[in-house]
């Protein structure tokens, strides 16, 4: 069976061919936040990815872009999604 964090970064190298791409599983920072979020399962996910395809996009446009791509995930029981995206040559923080 394909994880969650899979099937996110497989959708992310096939959408928008990235030079660098991060996806982590930060849901265990997250246990106790609200009574069914144990930490455990894959509810919090972290998206770090650089691609040529965000060069010229805002910001907001690039979220988009990822958050749209994702939705069925969201739709299917991801409870937050983090995106940190950059263009080549672009500061990141990570």
Do not use: C, N, Y
């Not at 994880?3 to 982590?24: M, Q, Y």
Request: net charge negative; aromatic share 4%; glycine share 6%.
């Amino acid at each position: 069976m394909m994880t969650l964090r899979t099937r996110i970064e497989e959708k992310l190298i096939e959408a928008f061919a990235p030079e660098r791409l991060s996806v982590i599983d930060e849901s265990h920072l997250h246990a106790g936040h609200q009574p069914d979020i144990t930490g455990t399962g894959e509810t919090h996910m972290r998206v770090r990815v650089v691609s040529a395809k965000f060069t010229g996009m805002s910001r907001l446009a690039r979220h988009r872009a990822i958050t749209d791509l994702l939705k069925p995930e969201l739709d299917a029981g991801l409870h937050a999604l983090a995106v940190e995206p950059a263009a080549p040559g672009e500061p990141t923080r990570w």
